[in-house]
C-alpha cells in the first residue's frame, strides 16, 4: 500500500505518470527486473538546482543535528566544511556517472551517491554554473548559522528529530510525513521546521507543515515515543511551525487552528482518495501506466528524471530552463 505523501501527492497533480515512476515502479527489491532497476536509479537524479538543496539538508539533518543532541560544538565553519568535501565527492561521483555501477547502492555509499540529472541526459553544467551553485550553498549554511536565537534554540533543546519518517492513518487512508526537523524543548509544545534551498521562494509550504504538525500528534501518543512522553498532552494548536527559506533568510511561521486543521485532514483525505483510484493501493503492474494521465506542460518534463523511458512524446518548448530556478 502506497501512503498518501504531499510531495507525492503534488507529483501525482503535476504528472500522473511521474507519480507512478516515483511511487510504484522504483523499490529496493527489484534486482531481477530490468525496467523496475533502470526506474529506481533514474528515481534518484536531481537537478542542480535540488541537488544543492538535498546537500545543504544533509549537512544540516546528519551533522549539525546529531552534533547538537550529543552537546557537541558544530560551527558555520563545521558546516562549511563538510559542505565542500560533500560537494566534491558528489560531483566526482555524478560526473564519472558512478551511480550507474551497480555495486554502488545509496544506502552504502550516502556521501557520495547524489546523481545529477544534467551528467545523465549530456546537458552542459558550466563551471559558472558549479560556482553559483557552491555559492548558494554557502548562502544557505550562513543564513541558517548567522541566526543566533535559531541556532541557540537548538542547542538548547532537549532533544531534536531530523528526518523523522511519522506514518499514520486518517479515515481508514495510510499517510506519512518527514518533517526536516522537530524541536522538543522542555515545557514547551514541540516545534516543527522545514527548510528550503529555493532561489524564488514564492510557494508557502503551510500545508506540508500542517501535515507534519497532525502526523507528530498522532505518533507521540505510541509506546515507541514514550521517552517524548512530556510533549504528547500539547494540543494540536500549540504546535509551532516554521518554514525556512534560507536563500533569502525569511522565516515564516505558521499557526496550527481548527479551521486549519479541518481543512487539511480534508486535503488529506482527497487526496489519499484520489490516490486510491489511481491504484496507489493495488500491487505493481507496468501495464496500469497508460490509464495514467501525463503533463501538458513541456516544462515539467525538462526537469523530470524519467524522460528516457517515459513513452510520452514530449512538446516541442523553445523554454531555456533556469537551473537555480527549479
Ligand atoms: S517525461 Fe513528462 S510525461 Fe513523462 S513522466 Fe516525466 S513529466 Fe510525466
Same mark, same amino acid.
Request: glycine share 2%.
Given at each position: ?13 503535476? !504528472?500522473?505518470?511521474?507519480?507512478y ?7 529496493s527489491?527489484v534486482? $531481477? ?7 529506481? *536509479?533514474? =528515481? ?6 535540488a ?11 546528519? &551533522? *549539525? ?9 558544530? =560551527?558555520?565553519?563545521?558546516? /562549511? ?7 566534491k565527492?558528489?560531483?566526482?561521483f ?9 555495486? $554502488? ?6 556521501e557520495e551517491?547524489? +546523481?545529477?540529472?544534467?551528467? &545523465?541526459? @549530456? ?8 560556482? %553559483?551553485?557552491w555559492?548558494?550553498? &554557502? ?21 531534536? @528529530? ?22 522538543? =524543548?522542555?515545557?514547551?509544545?514541540p516545534?516543527?521546521? @522545514? ?24 505518533n507521540?501518543?505510541?509506546p ?22 534560507? /536563500?533569502?533568510? %525569511? ?16 486535503f488529506?483525505? &482527497? ?15 507496468? %501495464?496500469?501506466?497508460? @490509464? ?11 526537469? !523530470?528524471?524519467?524522460?528516457?523511458? !517515459? ?6 518548448? $523553445?523554454?531555456? +530552463?533556469? /537551473?537555480?530556478?527549479?
Amino acid at each position: 500500500m502506497k501512503a498518501f505523501s504531499f510531495s507525492g501527492y503534488r507529483t501525482f497533480q503535476k !504528472c500522473q505518470r511521474q507519480w507512478y515512476f516515483n511511487s510504484k515502479a522504483k523499490g529496493s527489491n527489484v534486482k $531481477n527486473d530490468p525496467l523496475r532497476r533502470e526506474i529506481t *536509479m533514474l =528515481s534518484h537524479l536531481r537537478t542542480l538546482a535540488a541537488w544543492r538543496g538535498q546537500l545543504v539538508d544533509d549537512v544540516l539533518s546528519t &551533522e *549539525m543535528v546529531p552534533a547538537f543532541n550529543q552537546r557537541q560544538e558544530f =560551527s558555520l565553519d563545521d558546516a /562549511l566544511s563538510v559542505a565542500n568535501k560533500l560537494f566534491k565527492k558528489r560531483l566526482r561521483f555524478s560526473q564519472n556517472r558512478e551511480y550507474r555501477d551497480p555495486n $554502488n547502492k545509496k544506502s552504502h555509499i550516502p556521501e557520495e551517491f547524489s +546523481p545529477l540529472l544534467e551528467h &545523465e541526459y @549530456d546537458i552542459p553544467v558550466s563551471d559558472e554554473q558549479l560556482e %553559483d551553485a557552491w555559492l548558494e550553498i &554557502e548562502i544557505a549554511l550562513t543564513h541558517f548559522f548567522q541566526n543566533e536565537s535559531l541556532v541557540e534554540l537548538l542547542r538548547g533543546a532537549e532533544h531534536l @528529530d531530523a528526518q523523522r519518517t511519522l506514518n499514520f492513518k486518517l479515515e481508514g487512508f495510510s499517510a506519512v510525513g518527514t518533517p526536516d526537523l522537530i524541536v522538543y =524543548s522542555k515545557r514547551q509544545a514541540p516545534l516543527i521546521v @522545514d527548510w528550503k534551498v529555493h532561489a524564488e521562494p514564492v510557494k508557502r509550504y503551510n500545508q506540508q507543515l500542517l501535515i507534519y504538525a497532525l502526523a507528530l500528534h498522532y505518533n507521540l501518543p505510541l509506546p515507541q515515543y514514550r521517552h517524548r512522553f512530556s510533549w504528547r498532552n500539547y494540543p494540536l494548536t500549540d504546535y509551532k511551525l516554521i518554514e525556512y527559506q534560507l /536563500l533569502k533568510d %525569511d522565516l515564516r511561521h505558521y499557526t496550527v487552528t481548527e479551521d486549519y486543521l479541518f481543512q487539511i485532514r480534508e486535503f488529506i483525505i &482527497e487526496g489519499a482518495y484520489k490516490l486510491q483510484l489511481a491504484g496507489a493501493n493495488d500491487s505493481y503492474n507496468f %501495464d496500469d501506466l497508460q @490509464d495514467l494521465e501525463q503533463t501538458d506542460d513541456p516544462e515539467i518534463c525538462l526537469t !523530470c528524471s524519467f524522460r528516457k523511458i !517515459c513513452s510520452h512524446e514530449q512538446k516541442p518548448t $523553445n523554454y531555456q +530552463p533556469n /537551473l537555480f530556478d527549479w
